[in-house]
């Protein structure tokens, strides 16, 4: 797609201000950008953080049309953010607070923006912007509230689907016990990793295809219940193979079934809202973007 490059619009001159405010607010705050790095790619607890700037630039792309007729114009708004995003991160650098620290170089990035195009772009692109929440790291304590009752609830499910399937499997706590062999939620499949990466790809599919309001909403507070369920459907097969293969082989078959979910939930989701369609159930209300 091509940006218009006569009148008042959107220009190649405001595109080249915005990428260069933006490195320069990066650069700034480049502490916190490098632990953000550093944590997605060494903690797998955090390792959905990778998947956000495919989500962000997913969702600018499907609303691309917006920006056709976009005209910028510079706000002071943009300003202020950076400010409060600065204070945040310096707050967080001095007093060792990991949330601030990398809630305010987020901040910084979205104040450069909208200094350049304006206010107006953030609410054309708001769920863009939104899903950048995400790449501020989960604290431990807030990880462990959130993990604890899902691996306690995929280990029941699990043992209840094996017991129905008629696989003598017990259990023990968040542990399923196999051809004497035991195998932890935490460790097999864990719930808090699955969950946050599944509400990304429910956020990106309601808010990357033409849905109505409730329905978004529907899909964003099913999420957790959706990592249940991809997380059930991949420790069953993930149970047997420790049971039976060497522990090497049943890790690499954990990891990769992992990302495997993630795809099995978005067609998951594709296939639900063609069902509700087929059933006339009104899903959609208006077309996002056009060529």
Known sequence: MKFPLTGNRLKWPHVVATVALSALGVLCTCEAWVDIWRIAWQDPESSQILLVPVVAAWLVWVRRARLVHYQPLPSFLGPLVIAMGWAAWWFGCQYGRQSPFHGGAVLVLIGCVVTVLGRRIFADLLPAFAVLVFLVPVPGLIRQQIAIPLQTATAQVTEAVFHLVGVPVDRAGNQLIYNGLPVAIAEACNGLR????????????????????????????????????????????????????????????????????????????MGIIEILRWAMVPVTRYTLARD
């Open 194 to 269: 699955m969950v946050f990466a599944l509400v990304l790809v429910s956020y990106a599919f309601a808010f990357g295809s033409p849905l109505r309001s409730y329905v978004r909403m529907l899909i964003l507070a099913a999420s957790p219940l959706s990592a249940i369920l991809c997380n059930v459907l991949r420790i069953v097969p993930t149970v047997l193979i420790f049971g039976y293969a060497d522990r090497e082989f049943a890790m690499k078959f954990h990891d990769a079934s992992g990302w495997v979910m993630l795809a099995v939930a978005f067609l998951l989701l």
